[in-house]
């Protein structure tokens, strides 16, 4: 229970840990190498510090693919795993490979996580959430077993402007935190149907299986991304914590209406009784007193956006019409402002020092730091900046809303992951050291 | 029971109520000439068909300076009552008093509707959250016992942008509504301490008797704003209904913290220990699947915005960024447009007739076209647009709110306050019937 114990009192990656790193590259291997697993990699290529020397996926298609990306990039070649669901088990076994990063469909991720904890690899996990609550106290007993640890890779926590508002809330811009809103607003009905009406054996890439949550769960499927960069700014599992939530489903007509559509009214899936509701509103207590509000909105044709606000006692950040308002420093008391200027003014020192080069990256340049903070936390055997904990918490959030929302809006518990150690823990994501 | 029964079927004011009219002015009474009696009054002036008989106020002051609009108007005088909180009750008993409008403090307007009602007068009733569900009850059974009509004067039902959306909602260019939101954000700091950091016998004006709300109960007190104008989006009480409710009240700083910087922290007022959560967020879900998030923001500096937001299987308005996006119809997929031209295209034909007359009456229009549909409807004695039944129902939120607060968020059953008649009842407030 050594590095357990290391795990729960070293803060976090610092300025410290990061000096500590020898000069071998990171050896990774990466678990699945669909859509977003091929952008880890294509990111690790840009990397000196990160050799890629082990590729697993299910599909001898995708790792063709790579093994291009790699010859091209003048790469050595990798191991490569196919063969079935299990092969990822023979590439934990490789002692060249110090850390992995799993991007497989979800219900992969906590099998795989666990074994790669088990198998001592420094674990960098993508988004989703829970199938279970159990699955969420699996990550962080394996993770508090084996001393191994697991970095949630939760890019929008590196975003700019959530960056540079997470720095304005450290300074006290918007007095106290009181109220927060965040989510998944992201019209996915070309990727939950793909091509055309098809979904399941007969989809492609994410259609394959990631809309069979649509039919048969009805609950926060995708909190991630709303939830991770409030979490920061509410210091969650590091001096607060959430307490509860009750989640609201409106009807399903998104999905069914969009079949007809493409597919025509006789298509076979047309026929299908999704069960996810179109807009799902998640509001969860914390323990400090600020409210969460989050929203999962998938099945309707909408622009994107995770529509943040961030309000507390001196004033309020909205994304939705890029607009906030500092009572004392804005223009006109009462009055919006627009927010760029104040994002310019508090870029995060990430952004500002290295955001040329995080500008090649995916997502607008959100991959290129959340890959950064993993290979330099793996190479330090250090705590990650997001994780075991954080994952459980946000993981959590969609088995407690499909209770809730069953339960009529019954408010549940979350779990306290940390086990009480929220109360001594700090803040340490992306700490602003300059 | 003939009356009561007339008021169930008869759908609502329609253009042939409005004919029946004879050639008499509508002689009105007002009950509380604060600053919002004051507002009807001086639009009630504009009104030919409309003869201010009688006044009522606990302050003298305000009673002169209603006779001294009276007497520059050219009209005739009212006759005046005062002396007590049941003065009005002998303006109740005037045989020229036709209706009433009661605009004072929340705690007497339920008492003063029913009063009114069981006197025969068609009662215009201003806005507020109710007590206790009694209250509600009370308001429809006494309607049902005497016949007499109940308008809840809920003016954002009649704001320019939220008729044009109406009209927008009903020509289905939203396609099925799915999800909306709205709300009462509106800094109130300087409403509920007044002068300086002063309520309750040292406050003056809403500082006398709106603050202690704040001090001893946590809810959403002020839900009408925001929900008034969605029932009518919705159908509400028209073929659907609010079914369940749950309430969710962040911590509470913004009123201390206003005080000890208005007062010192040595005022008094420093010591008072402010219940209500500076952002109350409660998700109602309705009859036909829809879900509505309402949010009460009244202690926190912040711009003014009741932030609508109206999402169907077509697509989505938003208020905050004055942004729309319907599928098929905006320039380009995904991408948010500017709200104005759709809102000017979609203008209700009230706004296209009257909208210059409108423009001299407070709250931007809004309280003039509140005023003509009340007397419109109360010439005609005829079923007003927003009658008792939505009156209950917007105030009912109030102490539900309270109660699943006190819960935790435990969510409550919202009283069917038609008994069933909702079913049959067919949608009437401003109908286009250009």
Redesign the interface.
Known sequence: MLASAAGLTVSGLGAGARAEVGGRPLRLGLIGVGLRGTWHLRNALLRNDVEVTALCDIDAERLALCEKMLAEAGRAPARTFAGGDLAYRRLLDLDSVDAVIISTPWLWHVPMAVDAMQAGKYVGLEVSGAASLEECWQLVRTHEDTGTHLMFLENVCYRRDVMAVLRMVRLGLF??L??CEGGYQH?LRAIKFDPGAEFGEQGISEARWRTWHSVYRNGEFYPTHGLGPLMNFLDVNRGNRLE???S????A??LH?YVERVGGPGHPNASVDFRL???V?T?I?CA????I?LRH?TN?????SLGFRV??????W?K????I?I?GESMEP???EPSGPWLERYDHPFWREEGEAAAGAGHGGMDYFVLREFVLAARAKAPPPIDVYDAATMMAITPLSERSIAG????QAVPDFTSGRWLRREPDFAMDRS
């Open positions: 007095g106290e009181i109220h019209d509860s939530l009750t609201t489903a409106s009807k007509r998104g209406e509701g179109d807009v509103t509001v207590r400090r007193g600020e409210v509000v909105d309707l044709p909408r622009p994107y309000q507390g006692t001196r004033g309020l909205m939705d019409g890029n607009q308002y009572e009462h009055r919006w009529g809006g019954e408010p």
